[in-house]
C-alpha cells in the first residue's frame, strides 16, 4: 500500500473490464441489416473507443480485467482486431495489464496469440509488474488469470501483499461481495480485499459498474458495450487519476455504441389510444435524448385504466411497436395491464380476489414467504445450470404474477 510519507508523482490509467469481443447480440428477431451491421461490430467500437480515451487523456498504463473475448475458443476476428488495438497503444507507449477470466481462459484456442511488447498477460500463478515511466517505478500492477473456464477458489488470497511505498494495484475477475445474477467464479468478500492493503482493486466478471468501496478504490467498471436487453443503459470504463498524494479520483467514460433501455409505461389516466401513443413517444424521446447512436428498446405496458380491452386486440402491440419505431428499434413490447375496476368492491363481495391480494402482499411483503419462494425456485434454475435469481428479479416475477393474476381474476 502507498505510504504517503513516501513522495510520488501522480499519474493516469484506464479501468475496462468484460469486453466480449465478438459476442453476438442477442433478443432481436428482427432488424434493419444496417442495425444488424452496427449490432455485430458493436463490441469491437466500444474497446476503439476504450484505446481512444486511453490516447487522448494521455493515460500512462491500461488495465483489463478479464473475459476480453467471448468464448474460450476465441475468434480469429477478435484476436486481430485486439492485437490491432494493442498495438495502437505500444505506439504511444502505454503498457497494457491483462488478466483473463471464465470466458476467455488460459486453456482456451488463441491464448498463444502473439501481442505487441506492451501487452502483459498474467499466467495462473500471481505475480506483480512494476509499471515503469521514466525510468521510475509510478505503481506496480499484481495480477492472475483464470487457466480454466470454471474457477471456484478464492484467486484473491493468492495475490502477494503489496508491500509498501509504490501504489498498488490488484487485477482480479471474480464475483466480490456475492454478486447475484453472476456465477460466483473466484468468490471474495469486501473485507478480504480492504485487509489485502492494496490500494486499487481492478475487478471483472460483473457486467454493471459498481464501486464496493472508495478506500481502498474496489471497482467494476462493467462492460463497455451492453449485449442484450438486460445489459441497458450506459455502459464504459473508468478514468483512474492518482494524484501526488496518493488519493484516488474515478470518471466514469461511456464507451457504448449501441444502448439498451427499458420503458415501463402506465396507462392510467389515458383515455384514448392517441394520448397513450403520445406518451410512449414522449418516453421514448426522453431515453434517446443526450445519446448520439441506436436505442434499442424494452418497453412494457402496466396499470390497469379504461384501454386494457383495447390493448388485447389482435395486432394492437405490434402496431404499437412499429409506431416507437420511428424513434427507436424496439426488442418487444409486452402488455402488462389490468382492466379500471372498483377493487374495494370486489374485495369485499369476493373473498378469492381478496384472498389472492393478500397472497401478493405477502410475496412483496414476508422475508420468510419470500426465501420460501426463492428456495422453491433453486432447483430449476440448477438444473438448467442457470444462475440463482436474484432478488430484484423474484420482486419483478411477483408484480407479473399478480397483475396477471388479478387480470385473469377480474374478467373472469
Known amino acids: 500500500?502507498?505510504?504517503?510519507?513516501?513522495?510520488?508523482?501522480?499519474?493516469?490509467?484506464?479501468?475496462?473490464?468484460?469486453?466480449?469481443?465478438?459476442?453476438?447480440?442477442?433478443?432481436?428477431?428482427?432488424?434493419s441489416q444496417a442495425l444488424g451491421d452496427e449490432l455485430q461490430s458493436a463490441t469491437f467500437r466500444a474497446f476503439e473507443r476504450v484505446v481512444a480515451h486511453a490516447i487522448a487523456s494521455e493515460a500512462d498504463f491500461v488495465v483489463l480485467a478479464g473475459d476480453l473475448y467471448d468464448s474460450k475458443d476465441r475468434s480469429l476476428r477478435a484476436l486481430v482486431e485486439f492485437r490491432r488495438q494493442m498495438e495502437r497503444l505500444a505506439e504511444r507507449g502505454i503498457p497494457v495489464y491483462v488478466v483473463h477470466g471464465n470466458h476467455d481462459p488460459l486453456d482456451g484456442w488463441g491464448?498463444?496469440?502473439?501481442?505487441?511488447?506492451?501487452?502483459?498477460?498474467?499466467?495462473?500463478?500471481?505475480?506483480?509488474?512494476?509499471v515503469i515511466r521514466d525510468g521510475r517505478e509510478i505503481a506496480r500492477v499484481t495480477g492472475v488469470s483464470y487457466t480454466q473456464e470454471r474457477v471456484t477458489e478464492n484467486l484473491a488470497r493468492s495475490?502477494?501483499?503489496?508491500?509498501?511505498?509504490?501504489?498498488?494495484?490488484?487485477?482480479?475477475?471474480?464475483?466480490v461481495g456475492g454478486q447475484s445474477g453472476h456465477a460466483e467464479y473466484a468468490p471474495a468478500t469486501v473485507s478480504e480485499l480492504v485487509e489485502a492493503g492494496f490500494d486499487y482493486w481492478a475487478l471483472g466478471h460483473v457486467h454493471t459498474r459498481a464501486v464496493l468501496r472508495k478506500s481502498p478504490a474496489i471497482v467494476y467498471p462493467g462492460?463497455?458495450?451492453?449485449?442484450?436487453?438486460?445489459?441497458?443503459?450506459?455502459?464504459?470504463?473508468?478514468?483512474?487519476?492518482?494524484?501526488?498524494?496518493?488519493?484516488t479520483r474515478l470518471k466514469f467514460v461511456e464507451t457504448d455504441v449501441v444502448r439498451w433501455e427499458q420503458l415501463d409505461y402506465g396507462i392510467g389516466g389515458h383515455a384514448s389510444m392517441e394520448d397513450l401513443i403520445e406518451g410512449l413517444e414522449a418516453g421514448a424521446r426522453r431515453l434517446v435524448s443526450g445519446f448520439g447512436g441506436p436505442v434499442v428498446l424494452r418497453c412494457?405496458?402496466?396499470?390497469?385504466?379504461?384501454?386494457?380491452?383495447?390493448?388485447?386486440?389482435?395486432g394492437v402491440s405490434g402496431d404499437l411497436a412499429r409506431q416507437l419505431g420511428r424513434l427507436v428499434h424496439v426488442e418487444s413490447l409486452a402488455v402488462a395491464t389490468a382492466p379500471e375496476a372498483d377493487l374495494e368492491r370486489r374485495v369485499r363481495t369476493e373473498?378469492?380476489?381478496?384472498?389472492?391480494?393478500?397472497?401478493?402482499?405477502r410475496a412483496r411483503?414476508?422475508?420468510?414467504?419470500?426465501?420460501?419462494?426463492?428456495?422453491?425456485?433453486?432447483?430449476?434454475?440448477?438444473?438448467?445450470?442457470?444462475?440463482?435469481?436474484?432478488?430484484?428479479?423474484?420482486?419483478?416475477?411477483?408484480?407479473?404474477a399478480g397483475k396477471l393474476g388479478?387480470?385473469?381474476?377480474?374478467e373472469s
Open 223 to 247: 462492460n463497455p458495450q451492453g449485449r442484450h436487453a438486460r445489459e441497458r443503459g450506459p455502459r464504459g470504463c473508468y478514468e483512474v487519476t492518482v494524484t501526488d498524494a496518493g488519493r
Open 1 to 31: 500500500m502507498f505510504c504517503q510519507d513516501v513522495k510520488m508523482r501522480g499519474f493516469r490509467f484506464i479501468h475496462a473490464a468484460d469486453l466480449h469481443l465478438d459476442s453476438p447480440f442477442r433478443g432481436l428477431s428482427e432488424t
Open 300 to 314: 412494457r405496458l402496466t396499470g390497469d385504466g379504461p384501454l386494457h380491452a383495447d390493448l388485447q386486440r389482435d
Open 406 to 410: 388479478l387480470d385473469l381474476l377480474l
Open 351 to 361: 373473498p378469492i380476489v381478496g384472498d389472492f391480494l393478500a397472497l401478493v402482499e
Open 111 to 130: 491464448s498463444r496469440f502473439r501481442m505487441p511488447d506492451n501487452v502483459r498477460v498474467f499466467d495462473g500463478n500471481a505475480r506483480a509488474e512494476p
Open 365 to 400: 411483503e414476508d422475508p420468510e414467504y419470500r426465501k420460501y419462494l426463492e428456495e422453491s425456485l433453486a432447483p430449476l434454475f440448477r438444473r438448467r445450470d442457470l444462475p440463482t435469481p436474484d432478488p430484484a428479479r423474484i420482486q419483478q416475477w411477483i408484480e407479473q
Open 159 to 175: 495475490l502477494p501483499p503489496s508491500g509498501e511505498g509504490v501504489y498498488s494495484i490488484a487485477l482480479l475477475h471474480a464475483n
